[in-house]
């Protein structure tokens, strides 16, 4: 498929250089437009350059449209102010202002000045909003009609909007003062009566939301309702965007990976392309933190030498239940995050839960600690060595149910994302208590143990 | 808002109990159908049954259409056949399938022997694919149209058919022997002159999968391409059912929690609502399992015992080289597991990757090797003990990386699902290796250190 597309990226070069118009639309109608744009991320400058002066303003609007950020950035800077113009007009909005969020301020404000006063309004209002709510992912791209329209000019009227809009089968309906009072569908109106009033056939129940809304809580709000757009209105309910769905695709994959990284201390922007220095940078602090707390668990078992010096055996024992605690307190942590992130639970509605983790945890930790206590009393032929450790192991994975419960929680209740060094906190707490109560246990009945 | 449709639903019921259907009507038009079905979740089954038996077909399909699975078989259960059937009129065949999936065989048997031929055959058909497959996923209303049509025999026949239709943006456009040869969009057809034949609108250049597909598979196409649907052909290329995009944002969301839970040792089908004694069925296997590597660690500590006699202090500064170890291997490992979940590695393209990630572990394991053989050097004095702790730091953290970089991507390529046991196999990995690297060093210079 690669080589395929980038043979095709060859003979597409060829065609604009042999000035063969017919043989490019033909290689273009071809390929898929963003497998097209990852192959000419391969392309040396000079080649880019042609290319992007060469081919004609739909192909390359949609390319720019496919690309990744830095070969939009490129192509951008293949071109004159005038072309760019051009460009935008085959693109929507939402994507405009992503490309003109990645360019040098300047360059944004020169190309906003030269745009016409309505596009200059609508992108300066969408540049406004943060990254990650409503209003940034927002397109303006929509049919929104008024609710007095009979069915039949509803129809002319999408005619003609219908090929600049993202969504065709969703028709939104305005009351006079433009408030979003209603949504059509496009089946309803295809099929209606010509002279059906558009406010007949809508349906009011509609689910909004604010620009200022966290992006996350939108794709929830998609996910749970099977919709394919969710309008964003103002708080006087006019209608001021709508959010599609592939929009909405990319923030799930977006905040899922997110969650999964920024659990394991990664920072949420590496990936496989990452460079060395990058990945370095990256995950070093976060290293750095862990050892600090690597170092706590450390002085915790420190503080009982004197112990271990007496019954060596401690020493290869007491990772088993810190070992275990981690482990047990990572399935609650991973359970409370996708509840989190699929919006299942607060910390308000949280005690129930907690009390079925806790009890979860001291039945695990009273079957997986009996088991270590025979196997213990095998190896060691101590049967005190076995209850301590059995009681241990029944502490350490009440606590590690306590914090992977809660940590997750308190974060998200203090507006920090649920997955963020979780588990650091949680590896802290394990193997902090968990060697502290086996040890000082330990300690007590150190007669015994002898 | 749980509240409020909890009143609604009340009113509902005393609604349909005084035979009020203008009322039913503008309550249910009120609602979300979604959360409706979570409030009828909570009713007695003496109220569901009179529910079920008063409210109209429509309205039933829909909320059996949303209900949780659970919800689904309950309602079913207060149902007769005939009922069932006239329900199933209402209900995409996909979600039908998936009814009867949790209805016991002789039921589904039965039901089926009751559907007209036509319907029948679709449903045996579908019920013949796995789960998580496309053909599992797919459904088939649809509206395909023969290629030689004209845009004004299009249009009328879309009118007909959009009623019963999923998805009507998008068109898909047959060839005489049923082939699909392209896909028209709606708009163009809306906008196309009325003689114009299909097949001269339709682009030809499309994304197709087979049933057999995985549906991991086809939600990363529909997420690269921005699709909002996706056609399902069988080997030779006839169109058998389509994929719409709010069953992908369900797998998207589905696959993600797997790989979360799974990596941590969770059974995928657990969340926030399953009971205790589920939770602990489904946690403990792992745990056991967990204890097994706990104890393979323990004796490679266990065989040093001699050495830890001599000088304690290895026994509290062992478990900050097999911690870092852990830590940074879930770092590689959770890049890892999303770069295979967005298909953006295989085994056979891993080697320069995997070099990256064995360079960042030796240097995040000299960096931070340094910075604990400097605090270890304060707190013990001994500068071989720093050095010690510093070589297997380095040691581990490259162990790490080379482990969480191959696990994931060998049970890929065993086909499994790289998340699973994962973190198991890492930790065994950095928790045995690092204790016997640094407690072996510390055996070779013991003199140095006592």
């Given amino acids: 498929m690669k080589n395929q597309t980038k043979a095709q990226?060859?003979?597409l070069l060829l065609a604009l250089v042999q000035h063969?118009?017919?043989q490019v639309d033909d290689i273009y109608d071809d390929v898929q437009t963003i497998d097209l744009a990852e192959q000419i991320e391969e392309l040396e400058d000079n080649q880019l350059e042609y290319l992007c002066s060469h081919i004609d303003d739909i192909k390359l609007a949609e390319i720019l449209e496919e690309s990744e950020e830095e070969l939009q950035v490129d192509i951008i800077n293949c071109l004159d102010n005038r072309r760019i113009l051009a460009l935008f007009n085959h693109i929507p909005k939402d994507t405009i202002v992503d490309i003109l969020g990645q360019l040098p301020i300047g360059k944004t404000k020169q190309l906003i000045s030269l745009m016409k006063a309505g596009e200059k309004k609508i992108?300066?209002?969408l540049l406004g909003y943060e990254e990650d709510t409503a209003g940034g992912i927002m397109t303006t791209e929509y049919i929104a009609l008024n609710e007095n329209l009979t069915i039949e000019e509803s129809i002319k009227k999408i005619k003609q909007i219908a090929p600049k809009t993202e969504v065709i089968d969703t028709i939104f309906v305005l009351d006079q003062y433009?408030?979003?009072?209603?949504i059509a569908d496009l089946r309803d109106i295809l099929i209606g009566e010509d002279s059906t009033p558009l406010h007949t056939i809508m349906d009011t129940n509609i689910?909004?939301?604010l620009p200022e809304t966290d992006q996350e809580e939108v794709s929830l709000l998609v996910s749970k309702y099977d919709l394919t757009t969710i309008p964003v209105v103002n708080k006087n309910n006019s209608l001021i965007g709508i959010i599609t769905v592939d929009d909405i695709i990319d923030v799930i994959v977006e905040e899922h990976t997110e969650d999964l990284l920024q659990l394991h201390g990664v920072h949420k922007e590496e990936s496989l392309d990452s460079s060395l220095i990058d990945s370095i940078k990256m995950r070093l602090p976060w290293l750095v933190v862990n050892l600090g707390t690597a170092f706590l668990a450390s002085f915790v078992v420190k503080m009982f030498e004197g112990t271990i010096e007496?019954?060596?055996a401690l020493s290869a024992t007491m990772t088993i239940v810190t070992g275990m605690g981690g482990n047990a307190g990572s399935q609650t942590l991973s359970i409370l995050i996708r509840g989190i992130a699929l919006g299942e639970i607060t910390l308000k509605e949280s005690l129930p839960g907690l009390k079925k983790e806790i009890l979860v945890g001291a039945f695990?930790?009273?079957?997986?600690?009996?088991?270590t206590a025979v196997i213990v009393y095998f190896i060691y032929g101590n049967i005190y060595l076995g209850v301590i450790i059995c009681l241990a192991m029944i502490g350490n994975l009440v606590i590690s149910a306590l914090f992977g419960y809660l940590i997750?929680?308190?974060?998200?209740?203090?507006?920090l994302d649920p997955a963020i060094a979780s588990s650091i906190f949680l590896t802290t707490a394990t193997d902090v208590l968990g060697f502290f109560i086996f040890l000082q246990l330990a300690n007590m009945f150190l007669p015994y143990l002898l």
Same sequence: chains 1, 2.
Avoid: W
């Avoid at 433009?178 to 209603?182: A, M, P, R, S, Y």
């Avoid at 695990?364 to 088991?371: A, E, I, K």
């Avoid at 997750?408 to 507006?415: Q, R």
């Fill in 9 to 11: 990226l060859n003979q």
């Fill in 20 to 22: 063969d118009t017919r």
């Fill in 123 to 125: 992108i300066e209002q």
């Fill in 178 to 182: 433009k408030h979003l009072i209603g």
């Fill in 207 to 209: 689910i909004t939301v």
């Fill in 310 to 312: 007496q019954i060596v």
């Fill in 364 to 371: 695990n930790g009273l079957v997986t600690g009996f088991l």
């Fill in 408 to 415: 997750p929680l308190v974060l998200k209740s203090l507006n």
